[in-house]
């Protein structure tokens, strides 16, 4: 379907370390729809990152098929896979992953050179998501020099810079204080609100309410799926 951004099925991921199999997803089946934006929450281990390293083509799978954006990448060749994540997939990690030597407006337009887009557009395309995540005024400083907040609104705007399908976001605020992490999760709130497709991973419930789903996962499974603002919107309609 043209509407899907994510579909899996029966995706497995299996870890060797020595004599021990560490069976970190079993069997996951899960569909993200363009402009949905879900989060997948659970307890430390149950595979969360681990599924949201096989979306973005960071880590493969050991079986199941996965059509990222209409297209099946479960058995590409590396630079395919990089190439296709270079396009498709804008990450936010919890501990920003910023490139300390590299200026703020750098870190945002390296993936576009990555990309392959001129010179021109690249301007541009920075500029616009910097002013987009308030964060003009400190183009030229070196992410040691900006908070914790701040680093992280950068990196939100180099994920989204290169307009990719899915911003997928790994406990995004797991390093920032409760009043910054608010911010960042009504950064993603209003990107999602602009028509972003958003799948971020996070074990604090409290921001699970942000989302439009949220997927559980238990020991590699999904245990358990539901709209997260259900209660919300029938407080709304007075039910
Ligand atoms: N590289 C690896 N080698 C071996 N086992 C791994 C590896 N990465 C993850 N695992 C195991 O796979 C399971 C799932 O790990 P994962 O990192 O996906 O959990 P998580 O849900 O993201 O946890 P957290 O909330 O603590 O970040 C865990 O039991 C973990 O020990
Ligand atoms: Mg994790």
Redesign the pocket.
């Known amino acids: 379907m043209e509407n899907q951004v994510i579909k899996m099925q029966a995706i497995t991921k299996v870890?060797?370390?020595d004599d021990i199999e560490?069976h970190?997803l079993s069997g996951i089946d899960l569909e993200i729809n363009k402009g949905e934006f879900v989060s997948i929450a659970?307890?430390?281990?149950?595979?969360?990152?681990?599924?949201l390293?096989i979306m973005g083509l960071l880590d493969d799978a050991n079986s199941g098929t996965y059509q990222l954006n209409g297209r099946d990448v479960s058995s590409l060749a590396v630079a395919e896979q990089t190439r296709i994540r270079n396009r498709e997939v804008g990450f936010i990690f919890q501990s920003f992953n910023l490139i300390s030597d590299m200026s703020v407006a750098e870190n945002v337009e390296l993936p576009l050179i990555y990309a392959g887009i001129g010179k021109k557009q690249r301007r541009e395309r920075v500029a616009e998501v910097l002013e987009r995540v308030q964060m003009s005024h400190r183009m030229k400083h070196l992410p040691n020099q900006l908070s914790g907040g701040q680093q992280q609104r950068v990196a939100i705007a180099r994920a989204l810079a290169g307009k990719p399908a899915i911003l997928l976001a790994?406990?995004p605020t797991g390093n920032l204080d409760s009043r910054n992490g608010e911010k960042a999760m009504d950064l993603l709130a209003e990107l999602h609100e602009l028509g972003a497709t958003i799948c971020m991973?996070t074990?604090d419930e409290r921001y699970n309410s942000f989302a439009s789903r949220v997927i559980h996962?238990f020991d590699?499974k999904v245990v358990d799926e539901h709209v997260a603002s259900y209660e919300q919107e029938l407080a709304m309609v007075g039910a």
């Open positions: 870890y060797h370390t560490t970190a659970g307890p430390s281990g149950c595979g969360k990152s681990t599924l390293s790994d406990e991973v074990h996962l590699g």
